[in-house]
């Protein structure tokens, strides 16, 4: 299957195949006819699968079948809802990518930035509007953005919109936009609120589905490393400069986290830099183009980066600590091994979060490797190697097989001192 084959024009292509696209994705290959069809379309895909592009570009080809008049102002036409400003910031560079062949307009609005700029630019007239929920209402409410004459609105990374609690924000937009219009909705999942949004705004969407959680995930390589929640600065550390890696993605669960494992890591002589919420816009902007070029070696982050960071090639991700929501591991190691590249994906788990990596098994479908460092090993497991290798510990073990057998002298023991206690309490009664 080729771009051509799916029925994209000859500027689209031609601008693709300078981005070096030579096939399409399985996403871009189901979806793409069905937009240029002008259907509803629900696609379950997980981050990092091509779907920016499985959107982008036939929505680019349907706005530019009619022409724009030079003497009337633009309005917008197409609208991307996302849920963070990095998501926007990539979309919004992705779509002025596709688009280089064809005379569109483009715009991108998020918070963390002045606001003023970004009016002028919609004043100037857009036909692509790429926007963060809150920002978007923002200009809504101040009169400089007029959703009335939108004819597609895509909801990319749904899920993710919702889970932030953005719900009351796009019930307020849906009734802003016209009823007439074509619906694209992308999902990892299809949780109970992604369904309900999809009855809210969508008709008869088509559903296409494309892999599980689990086969997406084993394409990277997994490894979990047991060791105590004291000891996990001092082996992400050590990891990280005794095996010489560049480049990479750490993830803790919390902002304060991220400080202090930035700051012990930055201490410890690895050049580091830290992203999350709190950050200026600059900051994060920042962080992330360093990251890039690799000027900087490690970049600590939460959750804020586990979508819509796109790195080509980036080794490796390590997750300090596992995530609150099972999913978003998922999310996570999928920024690495991106693109059928090789990556790996470390976890360091301590035994509060057993629970937690159970859950992400059960979503991943199989179990993940379990090792331990040497010199980080737990102390319960370094406390039962040692009981394993004394004579006290072996005959214990003796004692523990023994009494397990049925006809053994401790068995037979054991069970008349069960059946004495039971005829005492009955007699008791």
Same mark, same amino acid.
Request: glycine letters at 6%.
């Given at each position: 299957m080729t771009?051509?084959?799916l029925?994209?024009?000859?500027p689209?292509?031609?601008?693709i195949?300078?981005?070096e696209?030579?096939?399409?994705?399985?996403?871009?290959?189901?979806?793409i006819?069905l937009?240029?069809?002008?259907k509803d379309?629900m696609?379950?895909a997980?981050?990092?699968?091509?779907?920016?592009a499985a959107?982008?570009?036939p929505?680019?080809?349907?706005l530019?079948?009619?022409e724009h008049?030079?003497?009337s102002?633009?309005?917008?036409?197409?609208l991307?809802?996302?849920?963070?400003?990095?998501?926007a910031?990539?979309?919004?560079k992705?779509?002025?990518?596709y688009?280089?062949?064809?005379e569109?307009k483009s715009?991108?609005?998020?918070?963390?930035?002045k606001?003023t700029p970004?009016?002028?630019?919609?004043?100037?007239?857009i036909?692509?509007?790429?926007?963060t929920?809150?920002?978007?209402?923002?200009?809504?409410?101040q009169?400089?953005?007029?959703?009335?004459r939108?004819?597609v609105?895509?909801f990319?990374?749904?899920?993710r919109i919702?889970?932030?609690?953005?719900w009351a924000e796009?019930?307020n937009?849906l009734?802003?936009?016209?009823?007439k219009?074509q619906?694209?909705?992308?999902s990892v999942g299809l949780?109970k609120s992604?369904k309900?949004?999809s009855?809210l705004?969508?008709?008869?969407p088509?559903k296409?589905?494309?892999?599980n959680q689990g086969?997406l995930?084993?394409?990277?390589?997994q490894?979990?490393?047991v060791?105590?929640k004291?000891k996990?600065c001092?082996?992400?550390?050590?990891?990280i400069?005794?095996?010489n890696?560049?480049?990479?993605?750490?993830?803790t669960?919390t902002k304060q986290s991220?400080?202090e494992v930035g700051?012990f890591l930055e201490e410890?002589?690895l050049?580091?830099?830290i992203?999350h919420?709190d950050?200026?816009?600059?900051a994060r902007?920042?962080a992330?183009?360093?990251?890039k070029?690799?000027s900087?070696?490690?970049?600590?982050?939460t959750d804020?980066?586990s979508?819509?960071?796109d790195i080509?090639?980036l080794?490796?991700?390590?997750?300090?600590?596992?995530?609150?929501?099972a999913?978003?591991y998922v999310?996570r190691i999928?920024r690495?091994g991106?693109?059928?590249?090789?990556?790996?994906?470390?976890?360091l788990v301590?035994?509060e979060?057993k629970?937690?990596? #159970? /859950?992400?098994? =059960?979503?991943?479908k199989y @179990?993940? &490797?379990v090792e331990?460092?040497?010199?980080?090993?737990?102390q319960?497991?370094?406390e039962?190697e040692?009981?394993?290798?004394?004579i006290k510990?072996?005959?214990?073990r003796?004692k523990?097989?023994?009494?397990s057998?049925?006809?053994?002298?401790i068995?037979?023991?054991k069970r008349k001192? #069960? /059946?004495k206690k =039971?005829e005492t309490?009955k @007699?008791? &009664?």
């Amino acid at each position: 299957m080729t771009f051509e084959k799916l029925g994209l024009v000859s500027p689209i292509l031609t601008a693709i195949e300078a981005l070096e696209y030579t096939k399409p994705t399985p996403v871009q290959s189901k979806v793409i006819p069905l937009v240029l069809e002008g259907k509803d379309v629900m696609a379950t895909a997980q981050t990092g699968t091509g779907k920016t592009a499985a959107y982008a570009l036939p929505i680019l080809q349907l706005l530019s079948k009619k022409e724009h008049k030079e003497k009337s102002k633009r309005y917008i036409r197409a609208l991307i809802l996302v849920p963070t400003r990095e998501l926007a910031s990539q979309v919004g560079k992705s779509i002025d990518a596709y688009g280089s062949e064809l005379e569109l307009k483009s715009c991108a609005v998020y918070g963390g930035v002045k606001f003023t700029p970004q009016v002028k630019k919609l004043e100037n007239g857009i036909d692509i509007l790429v926007a963060t929920p809150g920002r978007l209402l923002e200009h809504v409410n101040q009169g400089s953005v007029n959703l009335s004459r939108v004819e597609v609105v895509v909801f990319d990374e749904a899920d993710r919109i919702l889970d932030m609690g953005f719900w009351a924000e796009i019930e307020n937009l849906l009734t802003l936009i016209p009823k007439k219009r074509q619906t694209l909705l992308f999902s990892v999942g299809l949780s109970k609120s992604v369904k309900r949004l999809s009855e809210l705004s969508m008709k008869k969407p088509l559903k296409i589905e494309i892999n599980n959680q689990g086969d997406l995930a084993k394409k990277v390589k997994q490894t979990i490393y047991v060791c105590d929640k004291d000891k996990k600065c001092a082996l992400l550390s050590f990891m990280i400069g005794s095996q010489n890696w560049h480049q990479v993605l750490v993830f803790t669960k919390t902002k304060q986290s991220a400080d202090e494992v930035g700051s012990f890591l930055e201490e410890s002589g690895l050049k580091t830099l830290i992203l999350h919420g709190d950050k200026t816009h600059s900051a994060r902007t920042k962080a992330l183009k360093d990251f890039k070029a690799g000027s900087i070696r490690v970049l600590v982050a939460t959750d804020i980066a586990s979508r819509g960071l796109d790195i080509e090639e980036l080794p490796h991700v390590i997750n300090f600590e596992l995530p609150g929501d099972a999913e978003d591991y998922v999310h996570r190691i999928g920024r690495t091994g991106r693109a059928g590249k090789e990556g790996e994906a470390i976890s360091l788990v301590c035994k509060e979060e057993k629970s937690v990596l #159970k /859950e992400i098994e =059960k979503i991943l479908k199989y @179990g993940l &490797k379990v090792e331990f460092f040497k010199g980080f090993e737990t102390q319960e497991w370094v406390e039962k190697e040692a009981k394993k290798n004394t004579i006290k510990g072996r005959i214990e073990r003796n004692k523990e097989k023994q009494a397990s057998r049925p006809n053994s002298i401790i068995g037979m023991q054991k069970r008349k001192a #069960k /059946e004495k206690k =039971k005829e005492t309490k009955k @007699g008791k &009664k």
